[in-house]
């Protein structure tokens, strides 16, 4: 029987693995640390990166925490639950009182210095309660300020692998689920070039938790070296003042996105999480400009015509 | 009997007039006008201000909206009518259907390029509906980078005098209103040091249309000359590189303001505003740094001190 806490410190292992790759392939700036408790159980340890070669800002973010459940997620679950009753037709082994939950994840978001090396998010989450709620969550998505369309097939067709060794349904679906969350609204245009997301996956007929959580072990392992790739191909290609202006505003429209929509985002802040480690996600700087319209025929026209739901990059 | 046309006419007027005083303070740059029209009725005037002497980015909006209610509106109108009923002990003249509605003000923020010289937003606007609803609403708030007691005592002051010309109780029930609405409940802090902030201000025994109207009238003029003279006293002064490193840290919690919690701009991304215009309050460049904290008994650590609410600056 897989244990949570089996999990929660696999997950503790893995962000450890990634500040270390990350580190290597900046090849100048170290993580520092910084350990936090939860008042009502738990706690965490926010990894940041500042200030690097590579790397202008980003953060690796651990946390393990548990304690009664509060009010407002009580409301939360309730929605939750009648989805997966539904999804399950009648597997789900939850009933209406739930007393206590765990939840444990990792958490990037990471910035980069030259605007050719795209901005990178993931997230791996595991939540359980006493009265049997197991879920999986989390996602990976790349925000290139420039779409290079053969880094979006290289990306998507490696989380597109990575899926199909334990599902063939599962890239299709999470793909589809990223493009439709990763999506910026009120500008009609996807945060980037989308990924996968995915939440609520819990087990079933077809899958144990304990399928469940290698899948999850293979989303969270594809990290380091999928966005080190960018980093190594990337990093050294000649940009000018023009395309900083660009990223600058991209990273206006990754601002947005965080604080208008980003679920996890919007629970931290509505819940008195810890400000320093949700908002760790935001950029170093970012810009905004009334109206700006880029120049016909431009590679900043090029890249607004492809953040758009549904593209077939693989 | 005061017509809406009026109201709208004189909203045009003013927006007018405050842009030629923030371009004569400014000395350079020149307001450009956008003009938009709504699909389901009205429209508005746009006017952006970007890299000016004094003025790194602002804008003054006007806008004249009408229609259908939309559904949204319906909710918001609800609760709004049912707090009027009880304000108004019975005189409430609402009554349950509501068909259409009219909205018309103006809107600013402005972002000085010096950090000596504070951020300032300012609000007017006058809703009715077609069986009797009329409701004017606005206030005037200042983001100084560095909170100066004197100059925070003369705005406030200022703000008073207009208020107590029409009522004693406006200034210190308006006051709270600005403290409690400008609050970044996140980071336990204030977006400035507040200044007034009235919604719902609906005729009832003792005031008429017409007054509210005066009183309206006399905040919006009291803009030009409250603002630009920070902009004349304040441009001047000697800054550094420090300085403007925690001017783009403070852009970047008004960022964090303007996109978590403020009503107006919450509102207009929900339902298809003009984006342009809405987002128009954020800041040319902005700045996020993890865990940031200012050093013991510095300047900005004592503006930091000073951003809380209750504090009587008059």
Redesign the interface.
């Known amino acids: 029987m897989l244990r949570k806490e089996e999990i929660s410190e696999w997950f503790g292992t893995l962000q450890n693995n990634i500040c270390r790759s990350l580190e290597e392939a900046d090849g100048i700036a170290k993580f520092q640390e910084?350990l936090w408790t939860r008042e009502e159980g738990g706690g965490g340890r926010t990894c940041?990166i500042?200030a690097g070669k590579v790397i202008e800002?980003g953060?690796v973010a651990y946390s393990a925490v548990y304690g009664p459940v509060p009010d407002f997620l009580k409301k939360e679950l309730g929605i939750a639950i009648s989805e997966q009753r539904t999804a399950n037709r009648g597997h789900g082994m939850v009933n209406a009182e739930t007393k206590a939950f765990f939840a444990t994840g990792v958490s990037i978001v990471i910035h980069p210095r030259s605007p050719m090396v795209p901005i990178i998010h993931m997230n791996v989450r595991y939540f359980e309660t006493d009265n049997g709620i197991k879920w999986f969550g989390g996602g990976i998505d790349l925000t290139p300020h420039y779409v290079d369309e053969s880094d979006a097939k290289y990306f998507h067709a490696c989380l597109k692998k990575v899926c199909d060794k334990f599902n063939a349904g599962y890239y299709p679906k999470f793909k589809k689920c990223a493009d439709d969350y990763f999506f910026i609204?009120?500008?009609k245009e996807t945060r980037g070039i989308g990924g996968i997301f995915f939440d609520h996956l819990n087990p079933g007929p077809e899958q144990s938790i304990g399928n469940l959580f290698e899948f999850v072990k293979a989303v969270g392992e594809c990290f380091a070296p999928l966005y080190t790739h960018f980093m190594n191909h990337k990093h050294s290609l000649p940009f000018g003042e023009n395309e900083k202006q660009w990223q600058?505003l991209r990273r206006?429209r990754y601002?947005?996105f965080n604080?208008?929509y980003d679920r996890g985002t919007?629970f931290?802040?509505e819940t008195?999480g810890r400000?320093?480690s949700?908002?760790?996600s935001?950029?170093?700087?970012?810009?905004?400009?009334?109206?700006y319209i880029p120049e016909k025929g431009s590679r900043e026209e090029q890249t607004l015509s492809l953040l758009k739901k549904g593209i077939d990059w693989v």
């Open positions: 910084d940041i500042q800002k953060g609204k009120h500008r600058l206006g601002v947005e604080l208008v919007r931290g802040l008195n400000i320093e949700i908002l760790m935001l950029p170093q700087m970012a810009s905004w400009t009334y109206n």
